[in-house]
């Protein structure tokens, strides 16, 4: 089998060769449309992030190839692509590290986290704000093992779109284990009891 394909001259050309645009504008573009993104998830809400429902998904999914384009331009190559990568990954670097050291910026970036339950209470002013419908909230609180809205005690919506459920203490779940094992630990003396009992016969 021959493989002179492999050294073939088109090949390694149009893997690498860069099309006509600039590198100036293989690195411009990832950062426009970069920061076009992190305003664009800010402005229109943590629920993107959050995926609550397919159409979240579908909206992320769909992003990625719409922006696609407009980052690397008709350049197919692999040179123009590992530019364009290399270009977002520097970007979120220096990002994240200016804002490390300013935390008031970067919580204005971020937003603040939504209180959505507060002693066990739906605050429906803060499902609004999140367009958050109760039937999601309940399918939250299942996901996280809670099985009723009896059981958590404050839940919060975090600016990364996750979800911090805090329980009422003590959860009637834990309760049960506890007893569950108090009483197996009792069982276990018993039986230690008699185990001594039958060796001194």
């Not at 492999?6 to 893997?15: A, P």
């Not at 719409?66 to 123009?80: E, F, K, L, R």
């Not at 590992?82 to 590290?97: H, I, K, P, Q």
């Not at 008031?104 to 704000?129: C, F, S, W, Y």
């Amino acid at each position: 089998m021959s493989f002179h394909w492999l050294w073939s001259q088109d090949l390694w050309r149009n893997m690498w060769w860069l099309s006509e645009i600039s590198l100036a504008e293989k690195i411009l573009r990832p950062v426009i449309v970069y920061v076009f993104l992190v305003i664009g998830l800010r402005v229109f809400g943590k629920r993107e992030l959050a995926q609550l429902n397919p159409f979240d998904f579908v909206v992320l999914i769909s992003l990625s190839n719409t922006v696609q384009n407009s980052i690397i331009g008709n350049d197919n190559s692999v040179a123009g692509g590992l530019v364009g990568a290399l270009a977002l990954l520097m970007a979120n670097y220096l990002v994240v590290r200016f804002l490390f050291g300013h935390r008031r910026l970067d919580q204005m970036i971020q937003g603040e986290p939504t209180v959505l339950i507060e002693n066990g209470r739906i605050i429906h002013d803060a499902l609004a704000k999140e367009l958050v419908t109760e039937s999601e909230l309940m399918t939250i609180l299942h996901r996280q093992s809670f099985t009723s809205l009896d059981e958590v005690d404050r839940c919060v919506l975090e600016p990364g779109g996750t979800f911090s459920v805090e329980g009422k203490n003590p959860r009637q779940a834990d309760f049960n284990h506890k007893e569950i094992i108090a009483k197996l630990d009792q069982l276990s003396r018993q039986i230690d009891d008699l185990k001594d009992q039958v060796r001194q016969f």
